[in-house]
């Protein structure tokens, strides 16, 4: 199955696993024409290839493609920075 939404806001933690939720827009890997007329996904967490192509078919890269930017945007949000203002 591919999910089509892998977004932190599908993905829960619990007791330390973690659980990819939501598959309402999930569909079979052999299954070649679009189930949506139009695209579905978190834009912000889609791959390069289907932001650029409104046409193209979802794949199993484009969801690993979506874990890849998932795990960017966690460790971003909760790394702690050296960063500081001073006034």
């Known amino acids: 199955l591919l999910h089509h939404d892998i977004s932190t ?5 619990f007791q330390g696993c ?5 598959w ?6 052999n299954i070649l024409k679009p189930c949506q007329a139009t695209r579905t996904g978190t834009w912000q967490f889609m791959s390069v ?9 979802h794949t199993f890269k484009d969801d690993l493609e979506s ?6 945007w966690t460790v971003v ?3 702690k920075s050296s960063f500081s203002i001073k006034e």
């Open 9 to 13: 806001g599908n993905i829960i933690i």
């Open 77 to 79: 949000m909760f790394s």
């Open 67 to 72: 874990s890849f930017w998932v795990l960017l």
């Open 18 to 22: 973690g659980y990819l939720i939501d």
């Open 49 to 57: 290839h289907l932001v650029e192509d409104a046409s193209a078919t």
């Open 24 to 29: 309402d827009l999930a569909k079979a890997r």
